[in-house]
């Protein structure tokens, strides 16, 4: 069985269609070593709902909002490969999600890291999307307008293509 | 049982905190009539994704990489309450993912609609943000950079608290 | 929002498929009735497993083979909307699966029923199917050469399409 | 087809069991009304953690504890019918977990409400588990002889069994 | 704890039936090798369908239903082992679906391979039956009688059992 | 990208807060070894499941009732860390779950195994909670105030914590 036929030239960058279909990427010869990735997701809230998370009462809103979005985001990186059709299943080795207040923003970092084959981006990704989305969930009774910007990657290590650092 | 405990006024607006804690909502006494929600994610591509995306040639990669955005994102307003903590599920009656072409931006909708107890805002943003994290898969090889911008709710009908439209 | 847009002749049939993209049908305006469907799989397993298996010692492998396809395909019509794309999420309210056996046979029924806005063909047929799966699992180390045939539709009941019984 | 075979005699009182094999129920028939549970799960944790746990300060642990694992439990209750097989899957309308402090005990409860053809006593006592089984994931680097104890149902309401109420 | 008694002469080839109950094979004591498994499924679709499927029409079906069914078994794969009760999880490290047609049928191919200390025959043969499930579902509104033929291995390699081909 | 920050002395042993908020242990620099667990639920059932369950007659439910919940527990332990949140995926290499009647208690014992940089007390806890609760789903219509006791944690091996036997 020949598993890795040489796809043309002009699909060789999109790693994951082949032959003008969509297929996971063989990955069974390379070797495994270490990789992380950091991705990082702002939710614009506006001034309503900040100015109830960010009270200095230690009995605010933010504990429970902060850390639903956490947990939540933590979870999903753990669901990566069920939510993205050829992203390849892997053993997560670590997981975290902060969030911290910039103005009207939250900003949201996701890292993750693993020992395999392939790197974890999508992991990260979407780790800092869900816990987005859950931002949203938590306080849209109060606006409905608040948006998830820049959801983007900020670094990855380890892996054939190298380092990764959004300047 | 008692299960309605008036929230205190500070914590009101946070729907799903109650006593410093978060909780899923009691819907169970509301009537159920038909809810609808449309989310928009943009997805800065790039010109080089873009060139390779956009040809005249049928064989061009557009064909895979939108419709496993398309498919990614329908499944994942299906399992949109296993990833939102307290979002109830919901029996989904119509998901569609569309995704149009525009300058160096995919813009992705995701349209919802069940009839239902609660509204499905977050079915439609998990939707469009899973189906912008696929279209970030299927391209990152070519450019790392690519960015998810603008996740946010488009409209939404039904329910008591009225009709949303972002302006 | 517009979200019955009229699809073109050709595509008609192709009820999944809509503009060239695939999509969910819209049945938020049907009405509830109860549906009922019933698929069958047949699974060839040959003598030597089939010996293992109808002993007329109580204490034959035949239970825990039976049990465990039995379990895992009512388990499967479960998940059916989280593994076939553009299938709509039901809550069931009945699956059975039962095992029969007929010559080198085994011949499995998965029966469903709920009372929806749309079928449960595909919860039939997924149930069916992922209990055929099980048997291989449980006697692929004595024949590797077991072959599901013949999953398909028995009947259907309910919906404005009209019942259906295979021949 | 007729789906509902009456079971013998010895097998009536194990709805799930008929003819000597295992059975999702019919509920197909049954009218849909209001349908509550209350689960309690009793965790022993010890003096060593408690002392952690409930300490005036309010950057103590309790909080990222406690919340993790209401969260935990509220989401175990949505995946509760893919758990256990023959468990119908239902559209929740409500869950709720809280945790009180009781000596060197956490008190759990899980309350969970719909409004359909079947009760929701799995639902919370799964609830109640799964936010027990995460306490000792969080503190059994501290304890490992936590001990779970007392999962129980408190009470249900709803449907034709009747009302229950543990003593 | 002695993890792996002995199980009686009778049961030896029924690896997941151990003391007349299933049971997951332990396979921690063997060693991690390169496995790959390609399975097929035959489904018969007939005339109407395949008339619309293979038409030279750039703009016919055959795009968004070939490309949906080969998503959805690729991402079956995934799921496998959440599937088929005693299947251990394994990190695939490739999956490919392919779909051609041969007069009325389709002829779906699964390949998956792994570096791992079991084999993923089941992997390749849930993801062949999941991708010929959702071409039923894409095209039932033509013809309710398409029938799925043939699920069966094609190959393996890897693994202490010697590598399988069925001529 | 520092990912292992020392932690403040106090949250030392809540393994799973850094810094007030819940995080996932950094495994990654750990090398992998055997690692097993064994954890224990007690259910008590009552004398009225019990004469039931415990007929000697060969056609009582004990068969069904207690396969269904070894199903349930084997199949839980591969979910486990989808269910809790701190926990890493681990690709589980072995899984058992055994009943043995002792009074009026069913005695469940789940045994986990794996090879890999963290222990699997999580896996076998909820193993042995979701066949407990599976129990219960299967004989709450007979008593339902089953109750489950005493879920602990056995024995566990492997990983730089030493081993555990409890007493």
């Not at 996971?24 to 070797?31: A, F």
Request: proline share 4%; net charge negative.
């Amino acid at each position: 069985m020949v598993m890795n036929d040489q796809p043309d030239k002009t699909e060789q960058e999109f790693t994951h269609v082949r032959e003008g279909k969509p297929s996971m990427v063989d990955v069974s010869d390379k070797s495994a070593n270490k990789r992380t990735a950091v991705a990082e997701a702002i939710v614009w809230v506006g001034e309503e709902v900040m100015s109830r998370l960010d009270g200095a009462d230690i009995f605010s809103a933010k504990g429970p909002v902060f850390q639903t979005a956490i947990i939540a985001g933590t979870m999903a990186t753990k669901q990566t490969s069920l939510l993205i059709p050829f992203c390849h299943p892997l053993p997560l080795e670590y997981a975290d999600v902060k969030i911290v207040i910039h103005g009207e923003n939250l900003i949201i970092t996701c890292a993750v890291a693993t020992t395999n084959k392939t790197g974890v981006e999508m992991e990260a990704m979407t780790g800092a999307s869900v816990a987005a989305l859950t931002i949203y969930d938590m306080c849209k009774a109060i606006n409905k307008k608040i948006r998830i910007e820049f959801v983007r990657l900020l670094s990855k290590t380890g892996g054939k293509s190298g380092d990764f650092s959004a300047d």
